[in-house]
């Protein structure tokens, strides 16, 4: 008895030091980026190794003076904030409809839905170039928007479906003999009921859509359409070479939306992401 | 408040058939159980009275209205579920009110209705909670105010108790009881358990199979039932049945040997409950398989041949195993059953 204690006591302290050292290894790459992002730029490209730099808010007060952060960030935040909010206008019915109600081809129409998201982007990214160009759309917030809108729907669709299949049937059966419509069912009940399902489908539609560069960089032909993304990519620190201390201070806060999106909904993530793992 | 008429009901899944060419009629005000196995039909039934199903083929009149047509929400019918199936984002005040809102009740009305609903089912201390903070038999009864609080003409209940506990389910089945008589609603109950159909009902209506077994009273049905199916599915425990051969006024078979009437022949099956049989006699000559006391009566199991046979004995009735033992049946309550396994009744018997 005590040495089956001992030996699940060893392996409890086995198992911490196992996962801090992988968390350290995650980790070191974005600490490292932070550590350069707040030294002098004359100790940023040294033969050795600085293990102990200088504290310098350098880098921070180029990008303040120097280069539109706040723009890049307002359109960043513009156009996934839009796009999230066009998605859960379209997915939220579109699920309701292939969770629950019988039409012929409703399979084949769900898995088409999801199909659109098995192509390679660039396929499509010249059509759809000249598509925005027509329109006139190109260097503007509103093509990202829907960019993205359209980028991500299928998944926001797909995970929606998948909490509301969860849903017991009863809780519309009750409703419709109460007398609700469908509307209301689906506004009233259905809604609520899967509000952790939606909230997931909307973070994780955020995140792609922060993180989207390919179509970004053909919409967004100036500055004034530039998201983090595409802005960070684009930068170099000005006109006095490459400056790596504010490019590293760039990425990490092109970083910490993302990071604080994924602390909020952990919990969800995983069911997200693997849903349909499980069932279709 | 309304009669409801079901005119050759049938219900298809593709092949399968849910309910066969099913016609019933229950009056206003009458609390009728639908009771069988699960599977038999009877959740369908309750479904297409309330328009969530559509009946493939016949006719569903409520209170003089053929209303096959007429959608779930517009028929005037409350359902309670056996999951309770509460709105789990809304409180139990907001559960109850949401049918009044749904049938544009004046909003000026809800609030003493929601009360005395709530007031009736006893969940008055509760209606701020939502229904994830509430226990099982307190769900329950949140769903039964749900159901009242509109006056609706007929109830509809599948199997509300089924997710009890033995001892809540006896308290709420005299609160349902003693509520539809109050409000005099009829009321459709479907269930699996024999018990709750026993005492709750007018009527019981026997399914198996998608298709009516036996119409009756509690009593018609606990003494006069029409087939093995319900004579083997009504009591508790059930009826003895007994296959063996009729010849010259004498029913035999391996251990058994009863007197039955002459127009009894060939191949038969005896019926007899477990009340009906003593000990002592030589009905059955077996052997004690088991002897289970429950405090207030004993149920004695004896091996005849290979057939376990349950008798109801005194209180006090105690035996060891693997000895031997006589029974007899009284002969004023033995039933026959033919090879078709509807009952055979004598030229003196009343026709049901």
Same mark, same amino acid.
């Given at each position: 008895?005590?040495?089956?204690?001992?030996?699940?006591?060893?392996?409890?302290?086995?198992?911490?030091?196992?996962?801090?050292?992988?968390?350290?290894?995650?980790?070191?790459?974005?600490?490292?980026?932070?550590?350069?992002?707040?030294?002098?730029?004359?100790?940023?490209?040294?033969?050795?190794?600085?293990?102990?730099?200088?504290?310098?808010?350098?880098?921070?007060?180029?990008?303040?003076?120097?280069?539109?952060?706040?723009?890049?960030?307002?359109?960043?935040?513009?156009?996934?904030?839009?796009?999230?909010?066009?998605?859960?206008?379209?997915?939220?019915?579109?699920?309701?409809?292939?969770?629950?109600?019988?039409?012929?081809?409703?399979?084949?129409?769900?898995?088409?839905?999801?199909?659109?998201?098995?192509?390679?982007?660039?396929?499509?990214?010249?059509?759809?170039?000249?598509?925005?160009?027509?329109?006139?759309?190109?260097?503007?917030?509103?093509?990202?928007?829907? +960019? @993205?809108? #359209? %980028?991500? =729907?299928?998944?926001?669709?797909?995970?929606?479906?998948?909490?509301? $299949?969860? *849903?017991?049937?009863?809780?519309?059966?009750?409703?419709?003999?109460?007398?609700?419509?469908?509307?209301?069912?689906?506004?009233?009940?259905?809604?609520?009921?899967?509000?952790?399902?939606?909230?997931?489908?909307?973070?994780?539609?955020?995140?792609?859509?922060?993180?989207?560069?390919?179509?970004?960089?053909?919409?967004?032909?100036?500055?004034?359409?530039?998201?983090?993304?595409?802005?960070?990519?684009?930068?170099?620190?000005?006109?006095?070479?490459? +400056? @790596?201390? #504010? %490019?590293? =201070?760039?990425?990490?806060?092109?970083?910490?939306?993302?990071?604080? $999106?994924? *602390?909020?909904?952990?919990?969800?993530?995983?069911?997200?992401?693997?849903?349909?793992?499980?069932?279709? | 408040?309304?009669?409801?008429?079901?005119?050759?009901?049938?219900?298809?899944?593709?092949?399968?058939?849910?309910?066969?060419?099913?016609?019933?009629?229950?009056?206003?005000?009458?609390?009728?159980?639908?009771?069988?196995?699960?599977?038999?039909?009877?959740?369908?039934?309750?479904?297409?009275?309330?328009?969530?199903?559509?009946?493939?083929?016949?006719?569903?009149?409520?209170?003089?209205?053929?209303?096959?047509?007429?959608?779930?929400?517009?028929?005037?019918?409350?359902?309670?579920?056996?999951?309770?199936?509460?709105?789990?984002?809304?409180?139990?005040?907001?559960?109850?009110?949401?049918?009044?809102?749904?049938?544009?009740?004046?909003?000026?009305?809800?609030?003493?209705?929601?009360?005395?609903?709530?007031?009736?089912?006893?969940?008055?201390?509760?209606?701020?909670?939502?229904?994830?903070?509430?226990?099982?038999?307190?769900?329950?009864?949140?769903?039964?105010?749900?159901?009242?609080?509109?006056?609706?003409?007929?109830?509809?209940?599948?199997?509300?108790?089924?997710?009890?506990?033995?001892?809540?389910?006896?308290?709420?089945?005299?609160?349902?009881?003693?509520?539809?008589?109050?409000?005099?609603?009829?009321?459709?109950?479907?269930?699996?358990?024999?018990?709750?159909?026993?005492?709750?009902?007018?009527?019981?209506?026997?399914?198996?199979?998608?298709?009516?077994?036996?119409?009756?009273?509690?009593?018609?049905?606990?003494?006069?039932?029409?087939?093995?199916?319900?004579?083997?599915?009504?009591?508790?425990?059930?009826?003895?049945?007994?296959?063996?051969?009729?010849?010259?006024?004498?029913?035999?078979?391996?251990?058994?040997?009863?007197?039955?009437?002459?127009?009894?022949?060939?191949?038969?099956?005896?019926?007899?409950?477990?009340?009906?049989?003593?000990?002592?006699?030589?009905?059955?000559?077996?052997?004690?398989?088991?002897?289970?006391?429950?405090?207030?009566?004993?149920?004695?199991?004896?091996?005849?041949?290979?057939?376990?046979?349950?008798?109801?004995?005194?209180?006090?009735?105690?035996?060891?195993?693997?000895?031997?033992?006589?029974?007899?049946?009284?002969?004023?309550?033995?039933?026959?059953?033919?090879?078709?396994?509807?009952?055979?009744?004598?030229?003196?018997?009343?026709?049901?």
């Amino acid at each position: 008895m005590a040495k089956a204690r001992k030996t699940r006591g060893e392996s409890l302290i086995l198992r911490y030091v196992v996962l801090g050292g992988w968390a350290l290894v995650c980790l070191l790459p974005i600490l490292w980026f932070l550590s350069i992002g707040f030294r002098p730029r004359t100790e940023v490209i040294t033969p050795q190794p600085i293990y102990w730099p200088t504290l310098s808010l350098d880098a921070w007060h180029l990008l303040m003076s120097d280069w539109p952060i706040v723009r890049y960030l307002r359109n960043s935040v513009v156009a996934v904030a839009g796009s999230v909010v066009i998605d859960l206008v379209l997915a939220i019915p579109a699920a309701y409809a292939l969770a629950r109600y019988e039409f012929r081809g409703r399979e084949d129409i769900g898995f088409y839905i999801l199909s659109t998201r098995m192509m390679a982007p660039a396929i499509v990214a010249v059509p759809i170039f000249f598509l925005f160009k027509t329109m006139g759309l190109l260097d503007s917030v509103w093509a990202l928007m829907l +960019i @993205y809108a #359209a %980028i991500n =729907l299928s998944l926001v669709t797909w995970i929606i479906r998948s909490y509301m $299949l969860d *849903i017991p049937k009863e809780l519309e059966d009750a409703a419709r003999t109460d007398g609700a419509g469908d509307l209301t069912i689906l506004r009233e009940i259905i809604v609520p009921a899967c509000l952790p399902g939606i909230i997931t489908a909307a973070v994780i539609a955020a995140i792609f859509a922060i993180n989207e560069f390919l179509f970004t960089l053909l919409i967004a032909s100036t500055s004034n359409a530039y998201t983090m993304s595409v802005a960070l990519a684009n930068f170099t620190g000005g006109s006095d070479g490459i +400056i @790596y201390n #504010a %490019i590293a =201070l760039v990425s990490f806060i092109a970083f910490v939306p993302i990071l604080i $999106l994924v *602390i909020l909904i952990q919990k969800h993530l995983s069911r997200g992401l693997t849903m349909g793992a499980v069932k279709g | 408040m309304a009669s409801i008429h079901l005119k050759n009901i049938e219900k298809k899944y593709g092949a399968f058939v849910g309910v066969q060419n099913m016609s019933l009629e229950i009056a206003d005000e009458e609390f009728l159980v639908l009771l069988g196995p699960s599977g038999c039909g009877k959740t369908t039934t309750m479904r297409m009275i309330a328009g969530l199903e559509e009946p493939t083929d016949g006719q569903i009149v409520i209170g003089g209205e053929v209303v096959n047509e007429i959608d779930a929400r517009d028929r005037d019918v409350a359902m309670v579920f056996q999951g309770y199936a509460l709105y789990p984002n809304m409180s139990i005040y907001e559960n109850i009110r949401f049918p009044l809102r749904m049938r544009g009740i004046p909003a000026s009305e809800h609030d003493a209705r929601i009360r005395k609903a709530a007031e009736m089912v006893e969940l008055g201390s509760f209606l701020e909670r939502k229904p994830g903070a509430l226990s099982g038999g307190q769900r329950q009864r949140a769903a039964l105010a749900r159901a009242v609080v509109r006056q609706p003409q007929v109830f509809l209940m599948d199997e509300p108790l089924s997710n009890l506990d033995a001892k809540l389910r006896q308290s709420m089945r005299v609160q349902i009881k003693h509520m539809q008589r109050q409000l005099k609603v009829t009321t459709v109950y479907v269930t699996h358990d024999q018990i709750e159909a026993m005492t709750l009902a007018d009527r019981i209506v026997i399914m198996n199979k998608g298709a009516i077994q036996q119409v009756g009273t509690p009593d018609q049905i606990y003494s006069d039932p029409s087939n093995t199916f319900v004579a083997g599915f009504i009591g508790s425990p059930p009826m003895n049945l007994i296959e063996g051969t009729a010849r010259n006024g004498s029913f035999e078979a391996p251990g058994v040997s009863a007197p039955c009437p002459d127009y009894v022949r060939g191949k038969v099956t005896l019926g007899i409950r477990p009340e009906d049989c003593q000990v002592g006699g030589s009905d059955v000559q077996g052997m004690v398989y088991g002897v289970e006391p429950t405090g207030d009566t004993t149920y004695l199991t004896v091996l005849a041949g290979t057939k376990k046979i349950e008798v109801k004995t005194a209180r006090d009735y105690r035996s060891d195993i693997d000895v031997a033992i006589g029974i007899t049946f009284d002969p004023s309550h033995l039933y026959f059953f033919g090879e078709d396994s509807l009952r055979i009744r004598g030229p003196h018997d009343p026709k049901v």
